[in-house]
């Protein structure tokens, strides 16, 4: 019995994030950019289809498919120079009626119709893919605010008031796992339409209440609504299960992180000299601060994946105690340039872990070489046995580590990666997550230089530098916090000045996001002192940023090349 509920557990763990959530949480900004990422996705298989009878005739169409669920993409364009401007159906009907217009039909209906047919098709073959659909249309949808609920109901997203969308194409993955490539043959078999009778309903299997019992409390754990019981009778009943990560409002009321003990910042080298350490506290909603994130749709993926497991290892520990557990290592290498948010991504990561019960604390220990190399001898040791014990239970996040391989054979920053390496093979330190961080090309030199050293960190995530798209949404994010908002031209202003300085960038030395809050800091300076300095209109002119706020931004220069 326990077996089942395990694999339905894990069924339903899978479910709740992976491909479904991710274009859920786009934007239109965003939307097109994670459709061609898709592309890029080992863990899902993709198609492309121009037209699909007998609904979505003539339309370019993207499915994309894993283990779990399937998401079809929907392209609607329309004739060179015509922009249509209508309502769509409140209801999903096929046609759309309104007095003064000829009747129309309903590419969002005929996007559900869509859905529903391959939903068939995969139950005939006996598959249980959830499906969801996503139209990118060229039309503007006068209701389409009013519709969003309606439309997530039917599990269809809607955006709307593309331009040229005739011209764009992705690219897709017919190389992914042929399990995912089964479903999606599956879906757009139309041989197995005529197998299937109108009269046909889903076969519902005879459950036992003790199972219907389980499943109800596990669709409540799933979705962060479940006070855990006390009854020792029931089977999830341990006091020390956490809520997984999805369960951002419950997490933020019954999950008190200011609870956790954090240790102090200080280490002592030697008897003359200590060093501060920055400790990071854990996050109450660490799976919300991840999917605020902007870019970064390969990293989350797999901190999904990594977290799952590692929760699925605790899960079978608890229900069969002694069983072989999989083998995961929570080491990581994180590269990128600065402001790429790889202190964010650290911070996220030690919570999330916390919340899958993998850590204790969840909190994050951020060092670099200063933290170790002391005065005296034996200061390289005694540093490290502090940090990681401050570190125990959480993240030990080291800044900038490859400069611990200096060029000299006996510098002291060899050892202390020796002795993490030895310390770290000690079965005993379970409880922490130790993160390299570092510019890429310098940190895959260290590797090299030390073989041991890759073993111990298995788990690679690369932070890329942020598109001017993704810079101008991160814009967006951090005005938003002050409700500040920009006047058409401010914007224009700031998006032309900002692209001038993204094509001039030096990729060694440009801040990325470190680049737009040390110029937003400028135009808020500029925007305080005018509206000192000018005598108040009304209450909403001290929060609008005009063209007068935007200061010039100082060009980044490339540095230059010594020698010929």
């Known amino acids: 019995m326990f077996n089942m509920k395990c694999f339905k557990f894990c069924r339903m763990m899978r479910k709740a994030n992976r491909l479904i959530n991710d ?27 121009l037209g699909m009878e007998p609904f979505l005739t003539g339309k370019d169409v993207y499915v994309y498919v894993d283990t779990e669920n399937l998401v079809v993409v929907c392209l609607d364009c329309y004739k060179r120079h015509e ?17 003064g217009d000829e009747p129309r039909e309903s590419i969002v209906w005929k996007l559900k119709e869509t859905m529903h047919m391959m939903e068939r098709r995969l139950r005939l073959c006996h598959f249980e893919l959830t499906v969801y659909g996503v139209l990118l249309t060229e039309a503007n949808i006068t209701n389409a605010e009013d519709l969003e609920d309606m439309w997530e109901a039917n599990h269809i997203k809607v955006f709307e008031g593309f331009k040229d969308l005739r011209h764009r194409r992705a690219a897709v993955n017919t190389v992914a796992s042929m399990r995912a490539r089964i479903y999606c043959d599956a879906s757009l078999d139309s041989e197995l339409d005529k197998e299937l009778s ?26 962060g609504d479940l006070k855990m019981p006390t009854d020792e009778n029931n089977t999830i009943s ?51 601060e991840l999917d605020k994130l902007v870019g970064c749709a390969d990293i989350k993926r797999r901190m999904d994946e990594l977290v799952a497991l590692t929760g699925y290892n605790k899960l079978m520990s608890e229900q069969f105690p002694g069983s072989k557990q999989h083998e995961v290592s ?37 060092c670099d070489r200063g933290t170790f190399i002391g005065t005296l001898w034996g200061d390289e040791e005694r540093s490290v046995q502090q940090v990681l014990e401050k570190a125990k239970g959480g993240v030990l996040m080291i800044d900038e580590a490859y400069l611990l391989v200096g060029k000299n054979e ?35 030199k260290m590797l090299e230089c030390n073989p041991g050293l890759e073993s111990r960190f298995p788990n690679k995530f690369e932070f890329r530098d942020f598109t001017i798209d993704e810079l101008l949404a991160i814009t967006n994010s951090r005005v938003k916090e002050y409700e500040y908002q920009f006047t058409p031209e401010a914007w224009e202003k700031y998006r032309s000045l900002l692209l001038q300085a993204y094509q001039v960038r030096d990729p060694l030395t440009w801040g990325n996001a470190r680049f737009i809050a040390n ?11 005018r509206c000192v300095r000018q005598p108040l209109m009304d209450k909403c002119s001290l929060r609008q940023i005009t063209p007068e706020d935007i200061v010039p931004i100082e060009m980044p220069r490339q540095r230059a090349r010594i020698g010929f």
């Not at 008190?256 to 080298?269: H, R, T």
């Open 238 to 288: 341990d006091d020390e299960n956490e809520p997984d990560d999805e369960s951002q409002e419950e997490l933020s009321t019954d999950t008190n992180m200011d609870d956790v003990q954090i240790p102090d910042g200080k280490i002592e080298q030697n008897q003359n000299l200590t060093v501060d350490v920055k400790i990071l506290r854990p996050l109450a909603n660490p799976r919300e």
């Open 23 to 49: 274009f859920k949480k786009q934007e239109k900004y965003s939307i097109w950019k994670h459709i061609e990422a898709m592309a890029v996705n080992y863990a899902v298989y993709s198609k492309s289809l």
């Open 198 to 223: 109108e009269e046909e309903e889903p076969v519902k299997t005879e459950t036992t209440k003790e199972e219907d019992e389980f499943d109800r409390l596990l669709e409540e754990f799933i979705n």
């Open 519 to 529: 110029q937003l800091e400028r135009i808020y300076i500029q925007h305080a002192g």
């Open 330 to 366: 929570l080491h990581s290498i994180f590269l990128g340039h600065p402001g790429t948010g790889k202190t964010t991504v650290c911070k996220i990561f030690g919570s999330l872990l916390h919340q899958a019960g993998a850590l204790s604390k969840g909190h994050v220990v951020v």
């Open 410 to 444: 006996n510098d002291p920053g060899r050892l202390v990666l020796q002795l993490l390496m030895n310390i770290l093979a000690d079965e005993s330190q379970r409880d922490i997550a130790v993160i390299l961080c570092g510019y890429k090309d310098q940190m895959l």
């Open 83 to 99: 922009q249509p401007t209508y309502e769509e159906s409140e209801g999903l009907e096929p046609i759309i009626f309104r007095e």
